[in-house]
């Protein structure tokens, strides 16, 4: 009496014997498995490997403190005090409209903080 080979099994024993997983990429090599003490090592080495930015993960009130974070540093490269009030204005308007999204309230609250434009547009001619 044979084994009971289902749809999927039979498609894959074809393909093994036609050759199809003969000289694949990576083939006979160990699997890079990361890090034991994270978790998340898959998804970063995923990232990594399609050249993509774990920013646009963030939620956005993380990345409004990392950005804040950054000031006056990155405003650096720009060349006008409008253009740096701008940046800045745009930057607490993301803000206020962050903290007008609904939460989960068994999350303690995070908020990303409001800049003083004029004390940051101050530090940003010092540099």
């Known amino acids: 009496m044979q084994p009971y080979e289902s749809h999927v099994e039979r498609l894959i024993r074809e393909a093994q014997e036609r050759g199809e ?7 006979g090599k160990p699997l890079d498995l990361g890090s034991v003490d994270d978790p998340d090592w898959w ?3 995923k990232m990594r490997a399609e050249g993509l930015d774990g920013a646009g993960a963030l939620p956005a009130v993380i990345s ?10 990155s405003l650096r490269e720009l060349r006008s005090e409008a253009g740096v009030r ?13 903290r007008l999204v609904p939460r989960d309230l068994k999350t303690p609250p995070l908020v990303a ?6 004390a940051m547009v101050a530090q940003w001619r010092e540099l």
């Open 21 to 27: 997983f003969d000289n694949l990429r990576g083939a």
């Open 43 to 45: 998804i970063k080495q």
């Open 64 to 73: 409004l403190r990392r950005e804040a974070a950054g000031f006056p540093e």
């Open 86 to 98: 701008a940046v800045l204005v745009d930057y607490n308007d993301r803000v206020r409209f962050d």
């Open 113 to 118: 903080p409001l800049v003083d434009i004029d």
